[in-house]
Structures are given as C-alpha cells and as structure tokens.
C-alpha cells in the first residue's frame, strides 16, 4: 500500500515521503480501515509517539497522522460492533502507524460510525478537534451555562468547534484569533472577538473558562483572566503560570466512541458546522505539513 512515512526526527516535514508500505496486521480487537481522508496535527512529529511504540521501543520509519475516516475492511480476531463495508471515523492509536496511508490498523473501541450523508473529508476533521472541544469545555473546565468562556484560536479547527458547543451550552463565547477570522468565529455562535494582533488581551476581561490551544506568551498571558474559581484548560503544554485562585489543567485528548457519535450526530442534524481547510491529496502530505499551512478550519489529506 502507500504510505507517507517519517525516517529522521530532525528532518521535520523536509523528511517525509510517500513510500510503499506492508499492508497491515490486524491484531486482536482491531480494525482495518481503508482510509478514505485523513487528518493530522501540524506538531505531532515531535510527540514521543510518533518515534517509538508502548513499549519504547524505536519504529521508525513510522506512518504519522491520527485522524481517519474510510471503510472498514477487515475485522481482527474478537473484534465487535463493527462489520466489513461499514463506514466508520475516528482516532489511529498514538504509538502505532497512523491514518496517512491507503489502510491502517486501529483499535476498535477508537471507532464510531460515520452517518450516511457526512462526507469522509468532514469526518476526518471531526475526531481531534471535537474531542478535545468537548472534553476541555466540559470535562476539565466544567463549563456552564451562564458563564463566560474566552477561546483561543477560534477560527481553528479545536476553537471552531469549542464555540459552536459553548454558544449551545448557553455560555457567553469571546473567540480570539486574527482579524481574517473574525466574521466566521462570530458566525459560529461568538458574542465577541478579540484581533490577538490588534487588540488587547486583556480587555476581555475575567472569565470563567480559558481554552487555549496557542501556548507561549498567550497561554501565560490568560492565567489573569480567570476569575475565582475558574479554569485555564490548554492543550498546548503544562502551564507555568496560573490562575492566582483557579485551576490550571493541562491534557491530551482522549478517544470516546460515545461522543464521537454524538458529535457525529451533530453534525448530521446541522447544529454543528466543521470547518475544513485545505485538502490535499496523498502526495502532498509533506507540504500540507509544513509551517504557516495552518490556519483557519482542519487540512485534510484525501486518500481515495
């Protein structure tokens, strides 16, 4: 099958390519999904993951990206809940090959079915990005309706997503990003929005939930606008500063077959709208990866 691959950690993007690759062994409980579109995260070449397996052990050259959305095409042995022929989406494990290939071994449990009438480019920028939407908002921050949540990178494909479920939940939404984005943040459900480059930070004044998904300077910044009581949730690094009498929680997103048809189901009904950038196809993985490619809505890689 084709596949891109990574050899050397140091090379970046520079040292991807598009190979031929073994098909995959489908282990017990896993599933073979010949993968129609895929998605990826721009830094994920610099996860542990990426370089070595659960046990630690080098796998390179290895298949990144961990977002998918195709057919099943075979069942591992005790594998249940799913048949062959089934359209499914969802998370390509952390430690293991990833969703840049023509097929893929992923756990079951990592899989949720893809509606009729979602398209395959849409449900391989929903797994990521909904997700750890979700679980920011609600499973760490706890957000509620009638509080106030200021999201960064709200055009982006996390913060597109985070602003459409906090605006429903009955929060008050301030997306941050820069100007280009800023019709389309407020289009989404946004009751305001702030020009990172242009305006200042901290005229949004205190909020109860920070969701920040930039770190650096921004992340440091928006520990003082939480109010007592309130949450800093980043998905960019721990934070090292924080909210003089809040939480500060750092996480990696989890797979949840539940919410990933739930969120699916979402989308289905038209009271979630994902934001899809670039698309792309196989070949052109490498420069999809490269910086400054990334910035409103997920790139897809089209597989088929």
Sequence with gaps: MRAITVQDRDAGPGGMSLTERPYPHASENDVIVRVCAAGFT???????????????????????????????????????????????????????????????????????????????????????????????????????????????????????IAVQLAHQAGATVIGTGRAAGRDVVLDLGADSFLDLQTDRLEDAGEVDVVLDVLGGEILDRSASLVRAGGTLVTIAGPPT??????????????????????LAQRVRDGR??????????????????????HNRGKTIIRID
């Excluded at 840049?100 to 391989?124: C, K, M, Q, Y």
């Excluded at 609600?138 to 494909?157: N, P, W």
């Excluded at 979630?272 to 910086?291: C, I, K, N, Q, T």
Aim: charge should be negative; avoid cysteine; charged fraction near 20%.
């Design 42 to 160: 721009p830094g994920e070449l610099e996860w542990p993951g990426t370089w070595a397996d659960r046990a630690g052990r080098d796998r390179t050259p290895s298949v990144p990206g961990h977002e998918l959305s195709g057919v099943v095409a075979e069942l591992g042995y005790g594998t249940t809940g799913l048949t062959v022929g089934q359209r499914v989406f969802g998370l390509a494990d952390w430690t293991r090959d990833g969703s840049l290939a023509e097929f893929s071994a992923v756990e079951a449990r990592n899989l949720a079915p893809l509606p009729a009438g979602i398209d395959h480019t849409v449900g391989a920028a929903l797994p990521i990005s909904g997700l750890t939407a979700w679980q920011a908002l609600f499973d760490h921050a706890r957000l509620e309706a009638g509080q106030t949540v200021l999201i960064h990178g709200a055009a982006g494909g996390v913060g597109s």
């Design 241 to 262: 500063v924080k909210p003089r009498d809040g939480r500060a929680v750092f996480f990696v997103v989890e797979a949840d077959r539940a919410r990933l048809a739930d």
């Design 272 to 293: 979630l709208r994902v934001l899809v950038g670039s698309v792309h196809p196989l070949a052109d993985a490498p420069a999809a990866f490269a910086p400054g490619q």
